[in-house]
């Protein structure tokens, strides 16, 4: 209800304070609106700072706020509203009274597939911030935000705030190369936690929990192929119950206490097994472990035996759903350059054809002609794209070693300039309905 809405925006005005509630805002509404522009954005945030100020005051009129939201959405639904445009504008206009406000509250524009914030150089930063601090600030958080929205909001927060006390910092410093150099490295865990993990809550919120935990499993099945099913599979569970909890909530260390401890887990059952992890296991930061293993690429295929086909009973017997996630555990072991996007086309693919026969009159006629459909063109598809990505690998390889300094994002780029496809689609953090559509539907 009205009293709820105001009593909340009010709580936490006064709790964080004018300026703490400001930037709450610009960095919540650029992640709803990543589609907008720098100025939509701070229309929007100047309307609600000013709404929040005027009415949050001890004292102020009970129907202040209401009668200001109300303003505020009549704004939002004039033709030259100055505000973030959404195609679901209208639909919500065409309410009235609070459920027009709370529709129009609800509107978020897609995250964008491809972060597109690249951090200027330590000089430009600085001329930046020395020319308007806070118009730097403002258009920092916006462009960090509008990127990185999938990250959970705590994870953000903290990210850009120690972002903009880095750069205030180090640019009134007598020696601002060593102040960023120094600060760089004590906030690297938390710019990688936040560029994984808006990989990872991306990719939950385009799957949902049940095919994250297929692309986990055969992301490690790539990386430790000779690892069991049985080893991997509750990993790949943990770490998908892991961004559940995780992606959209609002305790401060629910990502990095979770990861760590699901880090701890991995390490405990594959350090043994895998030089690779066993070396990424050796330090003390299980974060910065989580890193590493996150970052190995796929192993070379072993000696496997030839692989066995599911049985129509498998499918569609009580045990389905976990002889499928097997049968792309084995897929992926043996085509380890094979993307994410290809092998989530077989799993959706696989679930269509158990929905579709397994209640159907005669299942074994309807399975079996999927398979035909499926068999003709699968080895041809799964050869091109493991070659395909397996050049990828080996540039991305030949590359760390040419210039092992270089940062992730640097040798990102470089690969990205010689394979669109292959530089976009086959790490396994690759943005998931980016490159769905990348897949051409061969099955």
């Given at each position: 209800g009205k009293a709820y809405v105001r009593d909340k925006v009010c709580q936490e005005f006064k709790i964080l304070?004018?300026?703490?509630?400001?930037?709450?805002?610009?960095?919540?509404?650029?992640?709803?609106?990543?589609?907008?522009?720098?100025?939509?954005?701070?229309h929007l945030v100047r309307e609600i700072v000013s709404l929040a100020e005027t009415c949050c005051t001890d004292g102020a009129d009970p129907s202040c706020y209401d009668a200001g939201s109300s303003a505020l959405s009549a704004k939002s639904c004039g033709r030259s509203s100055p505000f973030p445009?959404?195609?679901?504008?209208?639909?919500?206009?065409?309410?009235?009274?609070?459920?027009?406000?709370?529709?129009?509250?609800?509107?978020?524009?897609?995250?964008?597939?491809?972060?597109?914030?690249?951090?200027?150089?330590n000089e430009e930063l600085c001329q930046a911030f020395k020319k308007d601090p806070r118009d730097f600030a403002d258009?920092?958080?916006?462009?960090?935000?509008?990127?990185?929205?999938?990250?959970?909001?705590?994870?953000?927060l903290g990210s850009s705030t120690t972002f903009l006390s880095m750069v205030s910092t180090c640019c009134i410093s007598p020696t601002p190369t060593a102040c960023f150099l120094k600060e760089k490295m004590e906030r690297k865990t938390l710019s990688l936690l936040?560029?994984?993990?808006?990989?990872?809550?991306?990719?939950?919120?385009?799957?949902?929990?049940?095919?994250?935990?297929?692309?986990?499993?055969?992301?490690?099945?790539?990386?430790?192929?000779?690892?069991?099913?049985?080893?991997?599979?509750?990993?790949?569970?943990?770490?998908?119950?892991?961004?559940?909890?995780?992606?959209?909530?609002?305790?401060?260390?629910?990502?990095?206490k979770k990861l760590s401890e699901h880090t701890a887990k991995a390490c405990g059952v594959l350090a043994t097994q895998d030089e690779r992890f066993a070396v990424c296991c050796k330090g003390k930061n299980l974060m910065q472990n989580y890193f590493c293993i996150s970052a190995l690429p796929p192993a070379p295929t072993p000696k496997l035996p030839e692989l066995q086909k599911l049985t129509n009973r498998q499918l569609c017997g009580e045990e389905g759903a976990r002889h499928t996630k097997r049968s792309l555990f084995e897929l992926a072991r043996r085509h380890p350059s094979i993307p994410d996007a290809a092998l989530s086309k077989l799993y959706d693919a696989s679930e269509k054809a158990r929905g579709e026969c397994c209640s159907a009159k005669d299942t074994s006629a309807c399975l079996d002609s999927k398979r035909l459909r499926m068999g003709e063109g699968l080895p041809p598809f799964l050869e091109k794209a493991n070659q395909l990505c397996g050049q990828y690998t080996q540039l991305q390889e030949s590359l760390v070693r040419r210039m092992p300094e270089a940062s992730p994002e640097l040798l990102g780029q470089l690969v990205e300039q010689r394979a669109d496809f292959a530089s976009t689609c086959c790490p396994h953090n690759s943005p998931p309905l980016y490159c769905a559509a990348k897949v051409k539907p061969h099955l």
């Open positions: 304070g004018k300026e703490n509630f400001r930037t709450l805002t610009i960095i919540t509404n650029s992640r709803k609106y990543s589609n907008a522009t720098f100025e939509e954005i701070s445009s959404h195609p679901g504008t209208a639909g919500c206009c065409a309410q009235e009274g609070l459920e027009q406000k709370l529709c129009l509250a609800a509107l978020r524009h897609p995250p964008q597939q491809l972060p597109q914030y690249l951090q200027p150089s258009r920092f958080l916006h462009e960090y935000a509008s990127s990185y929205g999938q990250a959970p909001l705590p994870v953000l936040t560029l994984m993990s808006n990989r990872a809550c991306s990719r939950f919120a385009a799957y949902g929990k049940d095919k994250v935990t297929v692309s986990y499993l055969a992301s490690l099945a790539q990386k430790v192929p000779a690892a069991s099913f049985e080893d991997l599979f509750p990993l790949a569970e943990d770490a998908a119950e892991v961004f559940s909890q995780c992606c959209d909530s609002l305790a401060e260390d629910c990502m990095p």
